[in-house]
């Protein structure tokens, strides 16, 4: 089965509001990394997290090792967040093993 | 000015050819990789490589063979196109290879086979 699964698949927001999006992982955890892909392909690393939480601007990831999760949290969403935000396993040693993402749409 | 440039953004092949996709990296870095993303699928490790040395295949077709002439170049050789090759294409590179280091991703080709 899928080793890394992201939920919500999609998220609807109105400006302003706040999101949070999850990340669960079947297998053993060396660090989670965090992208966002822009519409149309590209992709920018936002965090790399091996454990408890970091702070970047208006997003925020934690990592909990012995829960097997990670979450981002988008604060004051902006048109400018829209588009999809990846997790990916780092098991130590080996390729990241992504997840499937989740899609954020944010209107004005 | 992107850091990573990969060559082309958009190709369109027909079944049964063969086509090379570039990669180029201007980061300085020491390890360089190949994803596939399909739709609807994660994405997908396909080859790593560090100091020009493969490091990790995870592709089960010998018809996909990378080539690294240049520390900072690492292209993608497909032979024997098919339809379901088709796919978004991302290079990436990181300091080191291994784990703990950040990944940096170039704009994608993407191919399309009919």
């Known amino acids: 089965g899928q080793q890394v699964q992201q939920s919500p698949a999609s998220l609807v927001l109105q400006e302003g509001e706040n999101a949070e999006l999850q990340c669960n992982f079947s297998?053993?955890?060396?660090?989670m990394q965090w992208f966002y892909q822009r519409p149309g392909g590209s992709l920018v690393s936002l965090f790399y997290?091996?454990?408890g939480t970091k702070h970047s601007g208006r997003l925020t990831s934690t990592t909990v090792i012995k829960e097997r999760r990670s979450s981002l949290h988008i604060s004051s969403s902006q048109t400018t967040d829209s588009g999809t935000y990846l997790c990916a396993l780092d098991q130590g040693g080996r390729a990241l093993i992504f997840g499937t993402g989740t899609t954020v749409s944010v209107s004005p | 000015d992107p850091k990573i440039i990969q060559k082309p953004k958009y190709l369109v092949a027909v079944t049964g050819s063969e086509k090379i996709l570039i990669c180029e990296q201007y980061?300085?870095?020491?390890?360089m990789y190949w994803y596939r993303q399909s739709a609807k699928k994660p994405l997908e490790f396909m080859f790593s490589y560090s100091y020009q040395k493969l490091m990790d295949n995870q592709t089960a077709s010998s018809r996909f063979q990378p080539q690294s002439s240049k520390k900072n170049h690492l292209d993608l050789q497909i032979t024997a196109l098919k339809p379901d090759d088709s796919a978004t294409y991302f290079c990436?590179?990181?300091?080191?290879?291994?784990?703990?280091?950040?990944?940096?991703f170039g704009e994608g080709s993407r191919l399309i086979v009919v």
């Open positions: 297998t053993s955890l060396n660090s």
């Open positions: 997290n091996p454990s």
């Open positions: 980061l300085g870095h020491n390890a």
């Open positions: 990436a590179s990181s300091q080191q290879g291994g784990t703990g280091n950040t990944l940096y």
